[in-house]
């Protein structure tokens, strides 16, 4: 089991997550897209030493704005998907350049996954799901019932393809890989309220199901 705590950050509201195994006290924070006071505080609360990963859903300035600073303060692991790895070290690929108002390079990836990896946090097992499009590494994080969606699908949406690496025919594919997945999923998107598998498919504008 895991305990859960959206924090929005950056102007564009992206969710930045932290989450605790709820055995051990292990966590991991998903997509720091910039160390604000909320995010800050719950990183001290949890304890600095309780950090296992830093997961990134793929390489988006508004996704990764805080990982330097985030890594700097609990030591953890920066870990993204191959695909993406090198855009975080590219302002016009994770669009610091273009979008967020400053070139940045940010702190390079210390775990590359691979899709169908797993790993654990604490007693938790979490599987890595490649699922490009919005971006070429874009990936979701799965565990029981729960998947970390990133840009991929949000609530009655997709993401856009429409940035540098985007792709709409994997963007479509990685949707309907998610949609085919067995039973029902809570889905904690990268921007806005979080969703179900079971409503997407019934009621998500952009998909065929
Ligand atoms: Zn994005």
Redesign the pocket.
Known sequence: MIHIKRIPVTPMETNCFIIRDEATGRCAIIDPGALNKALSAAIEEAGYDSFDYILLT?C?F??VGGVSRVKQLTGAPVAIHAADAPGLRDPYVN?SGTMGGCKTIYSPADILFTDGQTFRLGETEFTVLHTPG??PG?CCYCTDGIIFA??TLFYESI??TD?PGGDTRQMYDSLERLLALEGDYCVYT?HYERTSLSHERAFNPYINW
Do not use: A, K, Q, V
Request: no cysteine.
């Open positions: 793929h988006h508004d996704h669009l919005h971006t874009s990133g840009d993401g856009r940035f990268g």
